[in-house]
């Protein structure tokens, strides 16, 4: 005990960095996420206000791949069958 030495709090910090890339790969789904469908809700108003018909906004790029994010699992689980 004579010799010990109290380390630095710098020292004691350990940062796993795997849980941090983790991290930003969820948070880039989640930001993606929020964008498309702000941009989807924003054709659904727009669909709404000239009177199109309840599809139309499922035409539209930000449509298609919210249809696109639904279809995946279906399409994961058929093709490994």
Do not use: H
Not at 16 to 36: P, S
Not at 52 to 59: A, H, I, R, S
């Amino acid at each position: 005990m004579r010799n010990a030495r109290v380390q630095p709090a710098s020292v004691l910090v350990f940062i796993d960095f795997g849980l941090m890339i983790t991290l930003f790969k969820f948070a880039a789904v989640l930001i993606a996420a929020v964008l498309t469908g702000n941009w989807f809700l924003a054709e659904v108003r727009k669909a709404k206000i000239n009177r199109q018909p309840w599809y139309t906004p499922y035409l539209t790029p930000p449509g298609l791949i919210i249809l696109a994010a639904l279809c995946l699992p279906l399409v994961l689980w058929f093709s490994q069958r």
